[in-house]
């Protein structure tokens, strides 16, 4: 049985498997990271544990969101490190091991699909299956340039 925690990042609708959910929190005070690119958005304190902050928008090269509701942490552990993720809206839990499953669109901008795994075929909208590892991995491919 799979599961995936949905949320929206502009008129995307992208889902990560529950296991690497650690939580979902309100927008918290982050602190700007000096010299850091432009997808992280700074740090943030949860709870004592000090967490980068990725704004998802910058990272699939869209502008920055007009609404004026504040964005949400879905926070997520990959290789035991917690990671927030700031996305526009958080979805819900949704099970797709009976929707068809295929490979990232052509129509979808090469920057998002390079970033997914795939995508399943909803009645109401295209849910797009976010690759966690690929999202973070600039961090390393920025630092070994460096």
């Not at 990042?9 to 959910?21: P, T």
């Amino acid at each position: 049985m799979t599961q995936l925690s949905t949320f929206h990042v502009g008129s995307y609708l992208f889902g990560v498997e529950v296991a690497l959910v650690q939580e979902v929190v309100r927008m918290q005070t982050f602190t700007p990271v000096p010299l850091a690119p432009p997808e992280v958005a700074g740090l943030i304190n949860l709870r004592g544990e000090v967490l980068t902050a990725i704004d998802v928008r910058a990272r699939l090269g869209l502008p920055p969101s007009g609404s004026e509701r504040p964005q949400v942490n879905v926070v997520v552990r990959v290789d035991d490190e917690p990671v927030s993720l700031l996305v526009d809206e958080i979805g819900g839990v949704v099970e797709v091991s009976q929707i068809p499953f295929e490979s990232t669109p052509s129509t979808v901008d090469a920057q998002v699909g390079s970033l997914l795994l795939g995508a399943y075929t909803m009645p109401e909208k295209l849910l797009l299956a976010l690759d966690a590892r690929a999202l973070l991995a600039f961090d390393e491919s920025r630092t070994a340039a460096a």
